[in-house]
């Protein structure tokens, strides 16, 4: 595809349920990132693979987030047991390159998580 | 944590005037990024600035660097309607390939 695509665009979850959220980045990208965004702040640095291997994952809340990339394509970010403060959008970016060196980070539109 | 914030945290201008967003951060960078956020089409890149640089154009996009400060600007010159957006600066952190951001600018371009 064009550019990275993420699904669903928006999830209603009831607290305690689990999610799962799909992210298709553009083809050949190396980097895979997740981020959370909180309304009216900056995103939030989740997790990051290179290829299928997930280097850091120092930025995932707790252990109730899971992001795998078995491939080196396609990721999924699972939040089971879904608390209200988990509410946020959640972005999905790649990168043609892998580190070190800067990085142009292409975005997907984001999946807006609600928790009621 | 966020590394960055950016000044103001909104602004409101007419169409055709420079619009000016400042940004600083706290930690040693090896580059700076902006991007533009709007509801129609996510997060966008705008420009990247390194470390030994000190300023930077992109057609009405301007950027500057000043390391010393820890600071950046964005200026927008001759503004348009479509750039009503939010604006983040991000760095990247030691491990090269973390970007860290801001809360972000909210620019209103009236018409």
């Known amino acids: 595809g064009a550019g990275v695509s993420q699904s669903p665009r928006y999830k209603v979850a009831k607290r305690g349920q689990d999610v799962a959220l799909r992210c298709d980045p553009i083809?050949?990208?190396?980097?895979l990132f997740w981020y959370q965004q909180a309304l009216g702040q900056g995103p939030e640095f989740l997790t990051y693979?290179?290829?299928?291997?997930?280097?850091?994952k120092s930025g995932l809340p707790s252990d109730r987030f899971f992001a795998e990339r078995p491939e080196g394509s396609v990721s999924t970010l699972k939040i089971q047991r879904t608390q209200q403060e988990d509410s946020a959008v959640y972005l999905c970016?790649?990168?043609?390159?892998?580190?070190?060196?800067?990085?142009?980070?292409?975005f997907g539109p984001g999946t807006r998580l609600t928790v009621l | 944590s966020q590394q960055g914030e950016e000044d103001p945290q909104a602004l409101s201008i007419q169409e055709g005037e420079n619009a000016t967003m400042n940004c600083s951060y706290k930690?040693?960078?090896?580059?700076l990024q902006w991007y533009r956020q709007n509801s129609g089409r996510g997060l966008v890149h705008l420009i990247l600035?390194?470390?030994n640089e000190r300023e930077k154009h992109s057609g009405r996009l301007r950027v500057t660097l000043d390391t010393s400060k820890k600071s950046s600007s964005l200026l927008i010159t001759a503004s348009r309607a479509a750039d009503t957006a939010s604006y983040f600066c991000?760095?990247?952190?030691?491990?090269?390939?973390?970007?860290?951001w801001g809360a972000g600018t909210k620019l209103i371009i009236k018409p």
């Open positions: 991000a760095t990247d952190s030691d491990s090269n390939y973390q970007l860290i």
């Open positions: 970016a790649s990168s043609l390159a892998s580190a070190p060196g800067p990085n142009e980070q292409f």
């Open positions: 600035i390194r470390s």
């Open positions: 693979f290179q290829n299928e291997a997930q280097l850091d």
């Open positions: 083809s050949g990208h190396v980097s």
């Open positions: 930690t040693s960078i090896n580059n």
